[in-house]
């Protein structure tokens, strides 16, 4: 897990997109990663639940338009990460 955080450390205070293992996709500026957490602000949270939208098309919205915050600050547990990347690194096609 320690790996994990001090990789994520090159990442802070950049729009990232992080996949999670529920069924939820976030994009926002990385503030801090820890063994516990990651913290997020100006950040979306989006349930896939809740939108016809895939998890790709959502992605690539964010990269072409920008992050549509809908909290300033955002915490959630580390194990919930299956994926990261630059926001600006998404190939929007």
Known sequence: M?????R??????????????SPYAIVGTLVAATSHYVELRDADMHDLRD???SREN?????ARHGVAA?????IFR???LVGVSRLKDVIVG
């Open 2 to 6: 320690m790996e994990l955080v001090d």
């Open 58 to 62: 959502y992605v690539v919205k964010a």
């Open 70 to 74: 809908n909290r300033k600050q955002l």
């Open 51 to 53: 939108s016809a939208t």
């Open 8 to 21: 994520l450390q090159d990442f802070v205070g950049a729009e990232v997109v992080i996949d999670c293992a």
């Open 78 to 80: 580390i194990e919930e």
